[in-house]
């Protein structure tokens, strides 16, 4: 595969547009899963990162970013360069593949795509699974973090009240109106908007991502639509991963806000409403 075709790979891959591409040294398959079900069943030739290697783990905002240091570590191990495409996937719909995706975009990894309906489509319409141990062609990968993808608390208090800005709660509906209990505070952030991380995936088509259109329709429903700078969490920036990926497909100027809820519910000073 030459840099050509490499570069029109498109951010939304399916598998049918994935298997002609493969092998090649310049694919980086990545499965962002438990090790134990890499174990189980993979596609041929992926590379592992479980999800703990994707954030800090500190609490009580354990989904943080980690620091460069931790980066570098997990990409040199994977075999990370700057000429790789990564197809990005996981097991679950998306969440850890979008979080991969964000935490991509942060290091200036452009080249990446997400594998619609990941390992479950893959394993339920029987295209071959390997158990083969992770794939590992290390490099020397050194992570730079630019910030511009990433929301602070404080980057949350500030839009607040911002007619341009919008807050998408990608967690469920009890957990936005405050009757779950995740924090020491509950409910959400002032303003904020939600639409669940399921209601992204189609059900029916082995959890592929709604078309792109309907999803379009939905989010403007709320208020969330390309005229406005979007914040997007969940409790730890997992579930929020796929919200980040679809506004990112749909040409949204989107952000993470990767404190997420585990810190805003749990900060003394921070303002919450409950509905």
Known sequence: MNTESQNSIPLTLEIEELLPL???????????????????HHIPESALIEPAELVCGIKPAIGKLPDAEKLSLVFSRIGLRKDKHVVAYDDEGGGWAGRLIWTLDILGHQNCSFLNGGLVAWINESY?????????????YIAKIDRKFIANLEDVLNQIGDASSIVWDARDAEEFAGTKVTAIKNG???GAVNMDWLNLMDCDRNLRLK?????????????????????????????????????????FDI??????????GNHPNTPIERK
């Open 22 to 40: 493969l092998p090649s040294d310049q694919i980086l398959l990545i499965a962002v899963c438990a090790e134990d079900i890499f174990i189980k």
């Open 128 to 140: 071959p699974v390997s158990s083969d141990p992770p794939k590992q062609d290390p490099s020397d």
């Open 188 to 190: 959400h952030i002032p």
């Open 211 to 251: 078309s792109l259109d309907v999803l379009e329709r939905e989010l403007e429903s709320l208020g969330i639509n390309k005229h406005k700078k979007i914040i997007t969490h969940c409790q730890t920036h997992h579930r929020s991963g796929l919200s980040y990926l679809v506004g990112k497909m749909l040409g």
């Open 255 to 264: 952000k993470a806000y990767d404190g997420s809820w585990s810190e805003w």
